[in-house]
């Protein structure tokens, strides 16, 4: 009798204490890390969507509606800031965690493993404590794939449901919805003729198909219709949906800047996450598994690695949708391993080695240095000027609310995050110092080529100020009025403007 109190008591506490745990190391100082820019476009958006009462869908923007509008519900609730941009993503990495506690697939093994793959990952704890789509859009890939491995299993209304809002969650969050689709395609193949009829038989469909997976499939119908339509005040977002993957593919061809050799996602694995390596190799193997679940996820994780490498465009938070894919594939291997003494330790033992490099990534990058520009995570970033700037003028602010209303000019090509950052101030110009400089202002952002130029078109005293403000850009050059502001955190500042001010 006490034996089963004991274990009716540790199931609970050990669920919590994971819920605890994951929650802390996801939220724990998340605004450690600068803002990057795709943060503050993303808050831009639902500054828009206030003014304009919906958010208009944007084929050419690559991003569904659905993080939009849980970002603005997280803002109306507990307002406007960077620790709220990330809050999204962060609940969003804890349920990729805690959804493995809920006996979802019938092998308590597996979920144990992933549980343990995905609380470490680095790529889960970086990418889940930045203001982007990744995290909430592989959730959704996550919940769709748990509903074809639960048929596998169990073919009942919970598999559908599963599958249907994965496949909800993706299409409203990101184009590349199609890619997941496709790699998933051709892991079904893999069953052959004989296993697919199994997989589409006509009988487990009907058995399986509820009343209520009906209900749930109009509501999700009903709710993505809304999403994209605005609510029904953009009636051309729908079909703006399909015009998206023109332009999507287009980019996703050419690059546009974002353009990395086939072998990089390799590269980027091999310094930040070499655990995934392991996987890989087990998932070549797994190709020629006899178990129907780990062929298949081992197909549709190297089909969508070998896609996402053959895509020119790569920005490296897209390695989300790939490392979950081969840690089921581990997991699934380990319990398989599990039956051979030797092997199973063998495996064991290389695991644990691989995570603790983990873990040590995952520490350096998200914790310590959160602004370490060797890790591969930390891409196109902000930098601790850029903060140092902020910190300097919304401070200042803070303590004279009157500077709201003063004149700012950002006068760079390069503008973000300064829409977002600066958006307490009234009276912001995005016009380029190589144009025009406003008279009076309390601070200009401009190019270093013309800052020579601007010394001589201000009028009274400025703080002159060279920082580079992202990661792998030329350096900015910052004018802050001289007697509204000091130079305190910066000590190579020098005072500039006693020419003549010209319009």
Not at 69 to 89: D, K, M, N
Not at 100 to 127: D, N
Not at 267 to 291: M, S, T
Not at 447 to 476: C, F, G, H
Request: charged share 15%; net charge positive.
């Amino acid at each position: 009798m006490k034996t089963v109190k004991v274990t009716h008591f540790s199931v609970p506490f050990l669920w919590i204490a994971l819920l605890v745990a994951t929650i802390f190391t996801r939220f724990y100082d998340i605004e450690l890390k600068p803002i990057h820019f795709d943060e503050s476009i993303n808050g831009w958006f639902v500054m828009q969507m206030a003014k304009l009462g919906y958010y208009k869908y944007d084929p050419n923007n690559y991003h569904g509606p659905l993080y939009f509008y849980l970002l603005q519900g997280f803002e109306y609730v507990w307002g406007t800031s960077l620790t709220i941009l990330r809050a999204v993503p962060a609940v969003f990495s804890v349920l990729c965690v805690m959804i493995f506690t809920f006996g979802i697939l019938s092998s308590s093994a597996v979920q144990r493993w992933m549980i343990f793959f995905l609380f470490l990952s680095p790529a889960f704890l970086f990418f889940g404590r930045s203001g982007i789509h990744e995290m909430p859009f592989v959730f959704f890939q996550i919940v769709f794939s748990l509903g074809v491995l639960r048929w596998f299993e169990k073919p009942d209304s919970k598999a559908i449901a599963l599958g249907l809002v994965g496949l909800w969650g993706m299409t409203t969050l990101k184009e590349t919805f199609a890619v997941f689709l496709f790699a998933w395609t051709l892991a079904l193949l893999s069953l052959g003729a004989r296993g697919l009829r199994e997989f589409f038989a006509k009988e487990k469909w009907k058995q399986a198909w509820t009343s209520r997976v009906t209900i749930l499939f109009a509501l999700l119908l009903v709710l993505f219709v809304q999403l994209f339509t605005g609510f029904f005040k953009n009636g051309a977002g729908l079909v703006d949906f399909v015009k998206a993957f023109l332009p999507w593919m287009k980019t996703g061809v050419h690059g546009n800047g974002h353009d990395k050799e086939f072998a990089y996602w390799l590269k980027v694995l091999w310094e930040a996450e070499p655990l995934v390596l392991f996987g890989i190799l087990f998932g070549v193997k797994g190709v020629f598994a006899k178990d129907k679940a780990l062929r298949v996820l081992s197909v549709f994780s190297l089909t969508q690695f070998l896609v996402y490498s053959l895509i020119p465009y790569k920005t490296v938070w897209c390695i989300l949708s790939l490392v979950w894919g081969f840690y089921f594939v581990l997991a699934y291997s380990c319990v398989e391993l599990a039956r051979s003494r030797f092997a199973k330790y063998a495996t064991w033992v290389l695991i644990g080695a691989l995570a603790a490099l983990g873990v040590r990534s995952a520490y350096l990058s998200v914790y310590k240095h959160p602004l370490w520009f060797e890790h591969p995570y930390v891409y196109v970033n902000s930098t601790e000027d850029l903060v140092l700037v902020q910190n300097t003028l919304l401070q200042e602010a803070q303590k004279r609310p009157e500077l709201l209303q003063e004149l700012v000019q950002v006068g760079m090509k390069e503008q973000w995050p300064w829409p977002w950052v600066l958006r307490s101030f009234t009276h912001v110009r995005y016009d380029l110092c190589a144009k025009t400089v406003f008279q009076g202002a309390a601070a200009y952002f401009c190019e270093m080529p013309e800052s020579l130029a601007v010394d001589n078109l201000l009028s009274e005293p400025y703080w002159k100020i060279k920082v580079t403000l992202r990661q792998s850009r030329e350096p900015s050059v910052v004018y802050l009025k001289k007697s509204i502001f000091t130079a305190e955190a910066f000590p190579e500042a020098e005072v500039v403007g006693v020419g003549e001010f010209i319009k």
